[in-house]
């Protein structure tokens, strides 16, 4: 069975700081893919980066970096001087190679950056 | 290039009623699936298509089904409904998951059982 855990549930910090959101996963498949989605108040999913098993490469896009250990099984996503529009809920997600169509979800962290 | 297109974007229905939702995905894309979002429970599957056919199925009761047309679009039908089926439902489409592409989400039917 798949399961993602993402502990922080609300976070709220002021515009320029730099927050990580936590994402902890369990798969028994050995091929494996992490994403990470964005849902800001319109309700529609973005998605935001996708990582294989095999690549344990941090990934920097702009403001956003990932890192993924899979010594702890966890890829975590930081967002560097925050901005107003980073506000929104953050899913971490997880598809197996055995259940591929069958994306499994964290529950999410609410993020709100303040002015 | 239009995104993938859910309809309605609200439904108020009561108890007992039954619905249908539609999703048209991404130009190209077969594969379309189904998640259901509520505060308590976040984003659950339902279920997953491919080609017209159910290739995957999340832990939910007979009364939810779904199915897709052979132009990829998809429709989920809720019977006899709940209150707590009051949720968004999610619609997402991708190349193929097949090969754990990235989804391309709607933004969704708000649904409320009264």
């Known amino acids: 069975a798949q399961k993602v855990t993402q502990a922080q549930t609300e976070i709220s910090v002021v515009e320029k700081e730099d927050v990580t959101l936590d994402c902890v996963y369990e798969?028994?498949?050995?091929?494996?893919?992490l994403f990470w989605y964005k849902q800001p108040p319109s309700g529609e999913l973005v998605f935001l980066i996708r990582?294989?098993?095999?690549?344990?490469q941090n990934e920097i896009s702009g403001r956003y970096s990932w890192n993924f250990q899979k010594s702890t099984s966890s890829f975590n996503f930081t967002i560097t001087a925050s901005q107003v529009v980073d506000s929104a809920v953050y899913f971490c997600a997880l598809s197996g190679r055995t259940n591929a169509g069958k994306s499994t979800f964290g529950d999410g962290t609410t993020l709100t950056v303040k002015p | 290039k239009a995104g993938v297109t859910q309809t309605p974007r609200y439904l108020i229905k009561t108890r007992g009623q039954q619905v249908t939702l539609s999703c048209s995905p991404i130009s190209g894309h077969r594969s379309v699936s189904w998640y259901q979002q509520t505060p308590g429970q976040g984003l659950q599957f339902l279920f997953e298509?491919?080609?017209?056919?159910?290739?995957n199925k999340g832990n939910f009761p007979g009364r939810f089904s779904g199915r897709q047309f052979s132009n990829s679009r998809s429709e989920m039908n809720v019977s006899t409904l709940e209150l707590g089926d009051s949720a968004l439902y999610l619609c997402?489409?991708?190349?193929?998951?097949?090969?754990?592409?990235?989804?391309?989400f709607g933004s969704g039917t708000q649904l409320s059982v009264l």
């Open positions: 990582r294989n098993s095999f690549d344990e």
């Open positions: 997402a489409s991708s190349l193929d998951l097949a090969t754990n592409e990235k989804l391309f």
């Open positions: 798969t028994r498949d050995t091929t494996y893919y």
């Open positions: 298509y491919f080609s017209e056919t159910q290739r």
